[in-house]
């Protein structure tokens, strides 16, 4: 079993709608969870980080982390034709330890 | 908003050569990383550094490869005979606390 398992699309959603993205993890010791947006060729670019299980709220973007599944989520509201890049979630065992990546999702928004 | 920077952003190398690919983390952070993402695959970690020492290696992190803080402010990874395969985008990043901050990445193609 993967690490980090996460479905490498391409996902393709009408400007507007609601995107949904997702993670499944195995490691248990997984404390830290992120998600980078990563446009062709580029670094990844943090969006979002959560400690532990719960919500956390961005504007339109919207993490969850629910660790008894060992599953993670970043939804989208309102997407617009420039979220259109790959999004990578990320986890880590914090105590500024090693992030281990999601293999991307690839997501277009159509205007 | 301080960020990341790394240099050179293209780097092409023949087979057997040395290469030094440099990053200029946050000012204020004081963990820095290297990963790496070969081509239609995810981001590996490869290094992570501290207090001037390696605190955590991958697999991958082999004798060929060493990074360094020459000074305040540069942090360096030096492959010393480079092999195909070390073909690559390679990404520094750095953190203050959790979150890891990516630079743009240095294109490493060698030939």
């Known amino acids: 079993q993967k690490e980090v398992e996460q479905d490498p699309g391409p996902l393709s959603v009408p400007e507007g709608a609601i995107v949904s993205l997702n993670c499944t993890y195995s490691?248990?010791?997984?404390?830290?969870f992120m998600w980078y947006r990563q446009y062709s060729r580029k670094g990844p670019e943090l969006l979002m980080y959560?400690?532990?299980?719960g919500n956390k709220e961005d504007g339109r973007f919207t993490a969850q982390v629910d660790k008894s599944s060992k599953y993670i989520s970043l939804f989208i509201r309102d997407s617009q034709p420039s979220d259109s890049a790959t999004y990578l979630c990320a986890m880590s065992g914090g105590g500024y330890q090693k992030v281990t990546f999601g293999t991307g999702t690839k997501l277009q928004v159509i205007p | 908003e301080p960020e990341v920077t790394q240099t050179p952003s293209h780097q092409v190398t023949q087979m057997g050569q040395e290469v030094i690919l440099r990053c200029v983390p946050i000012s204020n952070h004081l963990y820095f990383y290297w990963y790496r993402q070969i081509l239609g695959q995810k981001v590996e970690f490869l290094v992570s550094?501290?207090?001037?020492?390696?605190?955590?290696k991958s697999e991958i992190f082999d004798d060929q490869f060493s990074v360094e803080r020459p000074d305040g402010s540069n942090f360096t990874l030096k492959i010393r005979s480079t092999k195909l395969e070390d073909s690559a985008m390679y990404f520094c990043?750095?953190?203050?606390?959790?979150?890891?901050?990516f630079g743009p990445g240095t294109r490493l193609t060698v030939t």
């Open positions: 550094f501290y207090n001037n020492e390696i605190s955590e």
């Open positions: 990043a750095s953190s203050e606390a959790h979150e890891q901050y």
């Open positions: 959560t400690y532990s299980s």
């Open positions: 490691n248990s010791a997984f404390q830290y």
